[in-house]
């Protein structure tokens, strides 16, 4: 929004005072419609598999808990770490809600943006990782042949006799000679 350019005559003076006059109301309104969509952000997460779902507002506030039957046979312990590590999941996804209404209703105001989406990350950082629950960075591996500090594989090496080689010999032929198969 650019400053009316004041000084001119009384009519041009007039018209920059309007134009300027419409742009804050614009702008306010923009800020109303932002401020009431944020206000109905709600994230629903659910835990693997599925036995706690959990609802939380644009605030954080737990709005809605499902804890389906199955969960009774969890330790208590392991329940209510399922039900927040559930919650803290949806309040982290809560950040992206709002960044999109933000970008959709005040885009082009990026400081006040930055401003909000900035406060909710802060607010609701990303969980750490439920280990019960594989990631797309999870990765299981099997290792063969060196060991990680540098060693040699654990299979020794293949002896070798003195005898002179041959084009057909195979250094890690078993049989110790020459194909049969020629």
Same mark, same amino acid.
């Not at 060693?151 to 005898?163: C, D, S, V």
């Given at each position: 929004?650019? #400053?009316? @350019?004041?000084?001119?005559?009384?009519?041009?003076?007039? #018209?920059?005072?309007? /134009?300027?006059?419409? =742009?804050? @109301?614009? /702008? @306010?309104?923009?800020?109303?419609?932002?401020? $009431?969509?944020?206000? &109905?952000?709600?994230?629903?997460?659910?835990?693997?598999? *599925?036995?706690?779902?959990?609802?939380?507002? $644009?605030?954080? $506030?737990?709005?809605?808990?499902?804890?389906? *039957?199955?969960?009774?046979?969890?330790?208590?312990?392991?329940?209510?770490?399922?039900?927040?590590?559930?919650?803290?999941?949806? #309040?982290? &996804?809560?950040?992206? /809600?709002?960044?999109?209404?933000?970008?959709?209703?005040?885009? =082009?105001?990026? #400081?006040?943006?930055?401003?909000?989406?900035?406060?909710?990350?802060?607010?609701?950082?990303?969980?750490?990782? =439920?280990?019960?629950?594989?990631? $797309?960075?999870?990765? =299981?591996?099997?290792?063969?042949? &060196?060991?990680? *500090?540098?060693?040699?594989?654990? &299979?020794?090496?293949?002896?070798?006799?003195?005898?002179?080689?041959?084009?057909?010999?195979?250094?890690?032929?078993?049989?110790?000679?020459?194909?049969?198969?020629?």
């Amino acid at each position: 929004m650019s #400053q009316p @350019a004041f000084g001119g005559d009384g009519f041009q003076t007039e #018209q920059e005072l309007r /134009r300027w006059s419409a =742009d804050v @109301a614009a /702008r @306010a309104e923009r800020y109303q419609v932002m401020q $009431a969509e944020v206000a &109905r952000v709600s994230v629903t997460e659910t835990s693997r598999e *599925d036995l706690v779902s959990v609802t939380v507002d $644009a605030t954080g $506030a737990v709005t809605d808990l499902v804890i389906n *039957d199955r969960a009774g046979e969890l330790p208590g312990a392991e329940l209510s770490a399922l039900v927040l590590t559930t919650m803290r999941t949806a #309040q982290s &996804r809560i950040t992206e /809600r709002v960044a999109e209404v933000m970008e959709r209703t005040v885009g =082009d105001d990026p #400081q006040t943006v930055a401003a909000v989406v900035g406060s909710y990350r802060e607010r609701f950082p990303e969980p750490e990782p =439920d280990p019960g629950r594989p990631t $797309a960075s999870t990765v =299981d591996e099997m290792r063969l042949g &060196r060991v990680d *500090d540098g060693e040699e594989a654990l &299979r020794p090496p293949p002896t070798r006799t003195n005898r002179p080689s041959r084009p057909d010999d195979d250094p890690d032929d078993d049989w110790g000679g020459s194909s049969i198969l020629r």
